[in-house]
Structures are given as C-alpha cells and as structure tokens.
C-alpha cells in the first residue's frame, strides 16, 4: 500500500483544514450558546446553516458517496483524512453535509433506492434540506445480532403495515428529520438471512410516534437526538420497499463497511484534538516545582497516545485501501479490527486528557467529557466490540496453521 496521500487529496485536506481554522473552530461555542437560546432544543441553531452555505460554496459538501458522481468522486481512502479532520469538531461533519446517519442513508438511496425514492428523499438530503434516521435497535431484543429483531413488516394489497418499537434511533429528535429506513421482519419463515427487509417510512405517517429522547452518559445531543420510536399499524405505499423483500441483510452490509471508516476515522480526529489540549495544558501549568510537562507520567501517557493514535490510523486507511481494491468482503477482517481498535484509542487517550486537566476535564469548558461519552458510544454503535472480536477471530482461525516445534 502506497502511503502517500494523491495530489487531489492533500488539496482537499489543505482546503478542509484551512475552512476549519475560519469557520468551524471559531463558532462551536457560538453554535452551543445558540442551542442553549432556543426554546426548541430540538431546533437548528442558525449559525449551522450560515456554515452549511459556506462550505457549500467552497466546495466542500457530500465529500463521500464513492462510488456516485452525486459526491466528491473519492475512493475510501482519499475520503478517510477528511474524515479525520471533520472528527476533530462536534458540529463539523454536519457542516460539510457528511454527518451520520445520513450518509448511511444516501449511500442506501444511491445503491438501492429506485428513480422516485431518489427524487424524493436523496435529493433533498444531498442538498442537506432535511435530515433523516436508522430505525434498526429494538429494546426487547439483543439488536447486536439483527436476526433476533421482531419488528413485522406485513404485505396489504399496494401498501406494508409495520409494527415495532425501536429506540436508539440517531437523527429521530431533529425538527430537520423527514424520513427514516425501518428495519424489521418480513417472512419469518425464510431463510435466515433472507427474512429481514428495510423499508422507507416518512416521520409524519399515522402511527409513527417518537417516544422520549434517550440520554448518552447524561448528554441529550439535541438537536440531533436518540430517540424511542413506536409503530403501530404504520401504512406504507408497498413502492417504498427498498430492492426488495427479504433484503435487509444485504443491504445493511453495503451500508456498514463505508460508515465504519467514517466513524473510525472522526474517531481518529477526536483523539487528535485532545491529545493536542494535553499537550497544550502540560506545557502551559506548573505542579510540584516544575512544568508539568516535565513529569515522567505526563510525557508516557502523551507517548502513548501518539504511538496508538498513529497506530489506529495506519490500521484505517490500510482496510479503507483494501475496501477500494478487493472489495468489502475481502476486507471484512480489517473493518471489524478497526471498530474494536479506534474507539478503544480514541477513548483511551481522551480519559487521559481528562486526567491532565484535572477538575476541567470533567467540565464542559474544554469539551473532553461529551468527546469521551461519544468514544465509549461508539463501542457499541454498529454493534458491540466482542461481535466484532468474534468475527475477527473466526477468520483467523479458519486459516491453515501449522504447530511452532
């Protein structure tokens, strides 16, 4: 794998960190102090779509999409440092119209959608127009394994009656949000894999209620929200399936593979800023004597976290250079070893930032604490680290092996 980074690829860093520096940086605390002023939380700050508009015109929007010419024509690894760069801010994918779980979505309309969902739903949220969600997790169930989900889709004439309870539904809170992809069982009696079946349900169709948002760690993330969802003889046009019954296996693994270099990598970018604050705050405070930065703990947890940091980078981008050249299911083992390895680094080094900068670590002033909650989330986004674990060692030991005599 060739390392260096293409002409085109380090322009477009280059313009994204030059864009972050201007815009983004200087009004995350703008964003956060017009949050608090809203009487919606669920409401947009008005400073988000100031900065949707200047991206837009920098030419910085839908930077993903592969394989679409919708997008910014990237491959996954020319795609992967801009990702790391959008991680560094809370607020800065969604600026670049590159936030979960909408790039899920497009990417599910843009391989799977037909002409009418496209021109429907895609294209207003291409335009960052509205927003939309994942209704896949149910509470009942152990949803990590989504053979066990329960929520039934049922054929009537020209339209499906769904029913279920979903929570943990990322995007459901936002005032934005207009459609969402619901996952649930089709044909119980069909092969396992062949059961599941994902459909397109818009947020205001009769008996779609959103429940209560539910809390990460104390933290609401409003205005984008997870939220328990309730369907109850939910009416659908039977024209909003998505590729068809019994599908929803295949789909949520074309889905997956692309979104988990996009979490790993924002991941990544998290790390970084906050090994840059401990950094920043051990050079700048004095303990015991003398600069802090001199103590011998201090300078083995900021080594740590730059040796892990570089090694979870170099892990990414070798499964994202393998996704481009031998498919998702060649790389299978490298995508589930860096959603075990990124979130643990990036939660890793933020509890040591937090460590550093004592009672302020905890805080809301530096942001350490929500960026942590978000890394230990991510732990269990896209499924739990032991599936994951599990996968990878069954691949490995399914290789041929010979005893070390």
């Known amino acids: 794998m060739d390392f260096e980074y293409s002409q085109k690829t380090k322009d477009l860093i280059a313009r994204c960190e030059a864009f972050m520096d201007r815009f983004v940086y200087p009004n995350e605390r703008v964003y956060d102090e017009q949050h608090a002023q809203l009487s919606d939380p669920w409401g947009t700050p008005p400073i988000l779509e100031e900065l949707k508009a200047e991206a837009r015109k920098a030419g910085l929007w839908n930077l993903f999409l592969p394989e679409s010419d919708l997008g910014a024509g990237l491959t996954n690894l020319e795609y992967a440092p801009l990702c790391e760069i959008m991680g560094r801010s809370l607020i800065a994918a969604e600026v670049f119209n590159c936030s979960a779980p909408d790039t899920g979505n497009m990417e599910v309309l843009v391989r799977y959608g037909t002409d009418a969902q496209k021109k429907q739903w895609l294209e207003p949220l291409l335009a960052g127009e509205i927003r939309s969600a994942f209704a896949m997790t ?35 809170g936002d005032r934005r949000c207009k459609i969402l992809i619901f996952m649930g069982k089709s044909d119980p009696s069909a092969e396992t894999y062949r059961q599941q079946s994902m459909i397109l349900v818009p947020l ?23 939220m328990e969802v309730n369907f109850d003889n939910v009416r659908v046009p039977a024209s909003n399936m998505l590729l068809g019954e019994g599908r929803g296996f295949e ?79 060649a790389a299978r083992a490298e995508i589930a070893m860096i959603k ?59 290789k041929s092996a010979q005893l070390w005599t």
């Open 138 to 172: 149910e509470p009942d169930v152990a949803s990590s394994d989504a053979r066990n989900i329960q929520s039934s889709i049922k054929r009537d004439g020209d339209h499906y009656i769904l029913n279920g309870r979903k929570w943990w539904t990322s995007g459901a």
């Open 340 to 398: 075990v390895v990124a979130p643990r680094m990036a939660q890793a080094v933020l509890d040591r930032a937090v460590q550093v900068h004592g009672g302020g670590g905890v805080s809301g002033d530096f942001g350490l604490a929500a960026a942590w909650s978000l890394a230990r989330t991510l732990r269990l986004a896209d499924g739990p680290d032991e599936v994951h674990i599990d996968q990878i060692a069954r691949i490995e030991l399914g």
């Open 204 to 226: 205001d169709t009769p008996g779609v209620t959103v429940v209560r948002p539910l809390s990460v760690f104390g933290y609401g993330h409003a205005p984008h929200g997870h």
């Open 251 to 329: 789909i949520a693994q074309g889905r997956l593979g692309p979104g988990r270099i996009h979490h790993c990598m924002r991941a990544i970018g998290l790390a970084e800023r906050a090994l840059e604050s401990m950094v920043a705050r051990a050079n700048s405070r004095h303990m015991f004597g003398k600069p802090m930065a001199s103590h011998g703990m201090l300078r083995e947890a900021v080594a740590l976290s730059r040796m892990e940091i570089d090694q979870a980078r170099l892990l990414t981008l070798k499964a994202a250079h393998m996704m481009d050249t031998v498919g998702n299911k």
